[in-house]
Structure formats: structure tokens, C-alpha cells
């Protein structure tokens, strides 16, 4: 290098990976550089083009894409591309274009591969650092794609094999092992159609037939599962992973209108998916005690590193984390029963918060109650409901769902009641609200029965659905309470940031982010008698209702998804580096593009606070300081 | 902003034809060799003219009082300039050197006492000017200097064609200087220097100054300009001086 190029030399030598580079290594590396200006809106990288060469920014912004077309990301000065192509047969996997008056250096594949292999570091960032989610993107797309992109119908490899009814218990196992299925569909006959009734699987067999020592002449109706969860032949795959991961449910009908056109089991999907979440579930309701629950638990994290890294979208991640946080809660009570013996009187173990609305992540504490059937006698029962809440609690503490420090647990009595006692708290609230209590009940309006008789909570989403919408003074309040976190966002389109335990400029991308947003889309899901708990679907019913335009609707569909991702790719990184996920958000860790759509998402919340503000008066001053 | 515009005035030469004239007057070989290399054709689209940027510094602005002090050179074309490919020598000049230029380039004259005559770095800097065409902001200092240098040393000057970009600068912007009611108005005169020149365009700017930074830097902005203004088919001649 002459020396006269120090200036350019000086500029790499500011940018990662350039900066930890041996000096006489960066000279080669300068050397080699060719020069090239690109005006904005031009291409630079086409994709498929052969492509020889590494990008490095001197100045401008490029845009890169993906093949699809999508933009998929947005760099800046001291940034590279480019370097997907050179590790991939020299082909273009991510076009690029300018958005600015770019000026770009260039080094040769030589030079590249040289660095690749003789400097770790160098190596390290183009594959990992910069670029992790992309590569790994690049190398399981496929795969997570298929999940996304095939239909149920692809699983089906047989007939359904189905029964009357009417047969007898010995005769169901029968043609279950003569037919080698695990689960057996049951008909009934009506006006000449035969309708789908009820489902008999293996496990229904173990646990309801074998175990309680039934004659072989029980009728099959007796204890067959009715009311099915069932799916269309033309969902997707990973929707009927998210539905056997809601419901707990290892098999699925698959629907052509009233017609059965085969039943897919969750082993065929772990086994087109071996590494997904639901293998992990699987494993969850494999595990005889806490202990095994408490060790599998550490894979949960990993679960959530790699959909994220398969470009998972935050609904997906989010259900598919809640629906790994049920299967913890719905094995614990299955121990718990197995320990403590059947329940005396009905019960149903509900969710709340985050799990209730399927948007949980791997930083959450549990936040669970139990409504117990109206015949419930404290004297007599409520030993047995509090040592199997306490099992539960414990047992979930265990796993790493830390207990909830406002004491919203099933252990606390208050919320430990029969029905009708919280049919009370709920029309109290509603009725006769008061601010300062509604915000410690907040998170009773995300609630999802999630074992035992679950229409218990079903009854509650009815009564929330009717009264809310009719009580202006409870929305009013509920919507001032929305209005006490605000997004990070200053007037000039500047962070406000705070400090973080470590003294560290940040800010919160929960508390001021997707709390506010599920805070306020719940107030307008509530003012619209919708019965949904997850904020997606919230929006979808609000839509449906007219309450906000659709533009709007839009808009905070797609600021809550930008701050879920970001949230949990900032989770994510955390794990890959080995440090404890949390949800403080540098600036400085975020790249220019993450930035800068922030701030719009931000700015999205501030205008649907506003608007929250005046649809339901909310306007005077704050309920609590 | 894709206006086509020549910047070319009439007197300009059909500088493929003049080569082949000068290429039987000249007398010293350099020269010869360097005519004989010949000039592309006048209608060759400058996306495929091989080009060099060319930038001196000199102790002053005037060829016959002052002296050149050094030459940066570096071959490109409008898809890409070779850093590695960059040439800066510092030579002696032939005439003290004036105290303001010391600041502005750096060269001190502990520099210049070991540094080589012009004459000993003809034969390098020919091997990158032959057969490519020289780009520079502001022609009448390389050009100039160039040809009173080889006039002292060989005898003979030179003749060659040229892109200017600060000519470029000045046809883009030809009312630079607003009038007095413009000025009244708050209109900024436009600067046409290169480092401003370079501003209009998104270029970066770059804190040394050498003769083969400042020879980048206008490579660089004339790919900036061809780019906005005339487009890579736009035949050379449209643009050389």
C-alpha cells in the first residue's frame, strides 16, 4: 500500500471487523480496493449475477434484499455486503441497491478468502456477527419455509381409519393395532351422514381405559374426547403445529368442510421438523418428574434461538413459547394429580398475561390462577387446591419461570375461587371500577384456561365480552391506565432513553414498547366485545367492528410485530453471547434500518395513544403518578 | 438530472487524429512512444475509456515561476479505480520552494532534499499515461505544469486530451456568482473546488490532502458526475478538452 492511502486505510480501520486487523494485513487488504460510485436507485448487486467481489461502504446507504423481493435490510458507512454470494458460489443471494449517493470499495475473492482464512476474526463476522441471522436464515429458510409455506394435506399418508360410536372399548383397541394408528376417529351417524364425534388416541387408552382397570365392554363413547380440535385441509403446517401447541393436543383431524380427509399426529410434524418447538413439547409430557422438567427447561432457550434464526414471525415465536410454557403448566398438574390424587371438585388452571395472549418470550414469571367448580367448600377442598397450586408454582419456579412478584399466582387464596366468586371480581371491576385497583387486575383481561374444565374460563371471557363493552367509566379508566407507559420517543424523533441497572443509556422495549401497544389494543378489544386474548387477533376482531380504520389497524399491526421482533432478536443475540436476555435496548445495538423503523413504530404508539385518549375521554391527567 | 450536455467547445481537437500528427513530430522517444500508443476513438461511450486520474502539487499556480512537487496517478474507468494500482511520487522541484505550499501539502523540504527529479520518474509515469486519458479538476495546472516540465527536461512539451471535472462543475453551474439581489436574497455563491464539488455528489471527504488522494478523489468525482449527468454511453468526445 503507499503510503499516501492512509486516509482510506484509517477509514477501514474504524469499522469492525477492520478494526482488530493486523496493520501490515489491512495494508494488503487497502491495496486491492477498487473504487467504484454508485448514483442512488441503482443496482449494485442483481441476484443470481456471478459476483467476485466484497462490498465495503465508504459513504451512502444500500439497501439490501432478499430474493423474494422484500427489503430485508438497510446499511450504512463502515458496513459490508456481499459477503453471502462469496460464500455461497459466487452467486448474488442478496441483491443490492442504493439508496443514497453510495461510494463503494471493493475487494477481490482472493483477498476475501485470504482474510476468511488467515484472520478468525474477520471469518467470525462475516459469518456470525454481522450476519448470523441471515446465514442461518440462508441455511434452515428452507426448511422453516416449508413449515410456513406447505399445507396439513402434505402430512396425510393414509385413509383415516374411523369407528362407530358405538363400539366397545376392546374393539377400538382392536382395529387401532390391526390399522398400526395411535389414534382412532369415532362416527356418528346422522341423517344418513356419518359426522366426526369424538377421538380415541393411545394415550386416551393408557390413561382412561388401562389405568382405571375399565372392562373390556365399556363403550367407546364413555370416554372418548368430544368437542374436537380440528384443522382445514388448506391451513398450513406450522398452523396446525400452533394449534396442537395451543391446545395441547397431539392429533388433529384435518377438515375438508364436514369431511374427514385424514388425521395428522404431532410425530409427523417433529419428524418433517425434528428441531422445532414441538419436539420440545413432546419431550415436556415425556418427563416423570420436576427434575426431568427442570432439565429439559434449558432447551427452551435454545427453542426460541432458532426460530428466531428461521425468520419466525413474533406471532409464531410468541405462541410457540406460551404453548411450551402450557405444556410445563400442563404436566406439573398432571404430576401434581398423580401425587395428590384426583381433584375433589372440578377445577380449571388458568393463564394470564403474556401466556393467556400466546406472546410470551423467554424473560417472563408466571401469572396464574385456578376457578374452582361452584361446589367448592374451602374446609374441606382447598388443602388439596393449595398443595397442588404450590406443586404447580414450584415446580414452574423450577423450569425458570420465576414467581410473580405481585403475587398473581394460583397459591395466593385471593386467586384460588369458584366460579361465581370470580364472576363477582370481574363484574366488581367492571362496574364499579377503580383505577388504582384495576391496574393490579389488568392482566386478568388476558386469560386463557389452559387444563381441566376450561369452560370455567370460557364463562369468564362471556361475561368480560357482554359487560365491558357496556361500562364507558371501566373503559375510560382501563384506557388512562394504557396511557402511563409511553413509547421511548422524544419530539424530534429522538429516543428518550433511561438507565439500566448497569448505568447503561437504554430503554425498555417492553414497558415502553409492546406493553403499551397490548395495553391499548386490549382497551379497544374490550370496548368491541371481542372474546380474543392474542393482540393480532385482537386487531382482526377490532377491524371487523370498524372501530379503526383500516390504515390504522395496519399500522399498529405492524409496529407491534417491528417491536416484537426486535425485542426478540435483542433476546436472542443475548443468548447466542451467553448473557442473560433482558429487554434494555441500546441505541448502539441496533443497526441504522432497526433504528430508524423503531422510531416510526414508536411514533405509530404515541398516535394510537393519542387517539385511545380521545375515544374514550380518557384525556384528564393520569390515573396513578 | 440526466440533461446530456457537452461540455465541449469547438476548438477542441479530434484528439485521436491529433495523436497520430504528433506521433511523427515528436522527437524524443518518450514522447514518440507515447503518441504512437495513440488516443481512443472520439465516439468510444466513457464506459469503456481506460482513464487515469492525474493530480499534481505544485509550489504555486504559475508553470513558469513555479515547480511541481508531486505527482499522483491512478488508473481507472468509470466501473472501478485501482487503489493498489495508485502511483505518488514526490519529486525536487526546480525552483525554491514557497513557504505557503509547505503547509498545504505537507512536504517539507527535508522531503524534497532526497526526492528524485522529475526526470527520473518520466518512464513509470508515461507506463500509466500511455493509452488511457487523463482526468483531472483543473486542467491548467497538470496540463501546464506538465508541459513547461517536459520543455525544461526533454526538450519538447506535450499535448494531451483531458477531462476536467472542475470544467464539468463550472458548464453545470454557469451563474456560480449570485447577483446582488440573489446575494440579498441569501443565494450562496457554488463553489466548483473540488472538495465542494465532491460534497454536491454524497462523496466523502477526506482529511489529507497529497497529490494521489486528491487524484482519487477526482476519479472518483467523475464517475460521481458521469453517473448524474451524462449516463455511461456518452461518447468520450463529448466531454474531453
Known sequence: MQAELIDIRNHMANYPPFDEMPEELLDRVVGTIEVEYFRAGTRILEFGKANHWLYYIRSGAVEIYRRSGELYNRIGEGEMFGQFGLLMHQKVRFPAKALEDTLIYRFPEEIFRLLFENDDNFADFVEVEDNSRLRSALSRREKSNELMTSRVTRLITREPVSAPCTVRLQEAARIMTDQGVSALLLMEENKGHNDLKGIITDRDLRTRALSEALPSETPISDIMSEDLITIRDNAFIFEAMLTMLHNNVHHLPVMDKHEVRGVIALSDIVKYESQSSLYLVSNIYHQQDVRGLQKISRDVRDSFVRMVNEDANSHMIGSAMAGIGRSFTQRLLELGEEKLGPPPVPYCFMALGSMARDEQLVVTDQDNAMILDDSFNPKEHDEYFLALAKFVSDGLAECGYTYCTGDIMATNQKWRQPLNVWKGYFTDWIENPKAEALLNSNIFFDLDGIYGKTDFAEDLKTLVAEKASNSQRFLTMMARNSLNRTPPIGFFRSFVLEEDGQQRKSFNLKRRGTAPLSDLIRVHALACGSRAQNSFERLRAIGNTKLLLDDDLGNLRDALEFIAIVRIRHQAIAIEEGRDPDNNVRPEDLSPFERSHLKDAFQVVSNAQKFLRFRYNAGVGRNVQ | ?241
Not at chain 2, 57 to 68: F, M, Y
Not at chain 2, 122 to 136: A, K, N, Q
Request: negative net charge.
Open chain 2, 1 to 241: 438530472m440526466s440533461s446530456k450536455a457537452a461540455v465541449v467547445s469547438t476548438q477542441t481537437p479530434d484528439w485521436s487524429e491529433r495523436f497520430g500528427a504528433l506521433a511523427g513530430e515528436a522527437l524524443h522517444p518518450l514522447l514518440k512512444e507515447y503518441y504512437e500508443a495513440g488516443c481512443i476513438a472520439p465516439d468510444t461511450p466513457i464506459s469503456d475509456v481506460p482513464m487515469v486520474a492525474m493530480d499534481f502539487e505544485t509550489t504555486g499556480l504559475n508553470p513558469d515561476q513555479h515547480s511541481i512537487v508531486s505527482v499522483g496517478l491512478v488508473p481507472f474507468t468509470l466501473k472501478g479505480i485501482q487503489l493498489g494500482a495508485g502511483r505518488h511520487w514526490v519529486v525536487r522541484p526546480r525552483l525554491p520552494l514557497h513557504q505557503t505550499s509547505i503547509e498545504i501539502h505537507g512536504i517539507t523540504h527535508a522531503d524534497i532534499a532526497k526526492a528524485p527529479d522529475l526526470e527520473d520518474i518520466l518512464d513509470p509515469m508515461f507506463e500509466m499515461l500511455r493509452g488511457r486519458i487523463p482526468v483531472v479538476h483543473y486542467r491548467s495546472i497538470e496540463r501546464g505544469f506538465l508541459d513547461v516540465a517536459l520543455r525544461w527536461r526533454l526538450g519538447e512539451g506535450i499535448e494531451f486530451p483531458v477531462l476536467d471535472t472542475m470544467a464539468i462543475e463550472a458548464h453545470l453551474h454557469p451563474n456560480r456568482r449570485p447577483t446582488r439581489w440573489q446575494q440579498f436574497r441569501g443565494q450562496k455563491p457554488v463553489s466548483i473546488r473540488l472538495a465542494d464539488s465532491r460534497t454536491r455528489y454524497g462523496l466523502p471527504h477526506y482529511a489529507a490532502h497529497n497529490a494521489l488522494i486528491d487524484a482519487i478523489a477526482t476519479a472518483e468525482l467523475l464517475q460521481a458526475q458521469i453517473y448524474h449527468h451524462f449516463g455511461p454511453e456518452a461518447p468520450v468526445q463529448d466531454l474531453w478538452l
